[in-house]
């Protein structure tokens, strides 16, 4: 079992940036884990922000490519997002996500909330 710690949110003004991290905990294998982060605004879906992969390898979504980049500190079990250029579409509760492929473990944090307001 995975426990995933999701912090670093809070209210910031366009053009800001914020730095998220996601502390996880209950496995000697992170790194093997896939990682990534989502994010749900109200009233939509749950979308995917960007991935990491065990070896390294990332992936963002076409509205954050540029401004959001996305890494891992495997010593430290511990995947961070680091956001710039927030606009306020980018209001949401961001979620950190785990994935031991091939198998079907799965596993979520609870979410910080992210508002980019001036």
């Known amino acids: 079992q995975v426990q995933l710690v999701d912090s670093g949110g809070g209210l910031v003004q366009p053009g800001g940036s914020l730095r998220l991290s996601c502390a996880a905990s209950g496995s000697s294998i992170f790194s093997r884990y896939a990682m990534g982060w989502y994010r749900q605004a109200p009233g939509k879906q749950r979308e995917l922000v960007a991935t990491i992969t065990s070896g390294g390898n990332t992936d963002y979504a076409d509205s954050v490519k540029g401004r959001f980049t996305i890494s891992r500190d495997n010593a430290k079990t511990t995947v961070y997002l680091q956001m710039n250029s927030l606009k306020p579409e980018d209001t949401a509760v961001y979620y950190c996500?785990?994935?031991?492929?091939?198998?079907?473990?799965?596993?979520w944090g609870q979410g910080t909330q992210v508002t980019v307001s001036s």
């Open positions: 996500n785990a994935r031991l492929i091939p198998t079907s473990l799965n596993y």
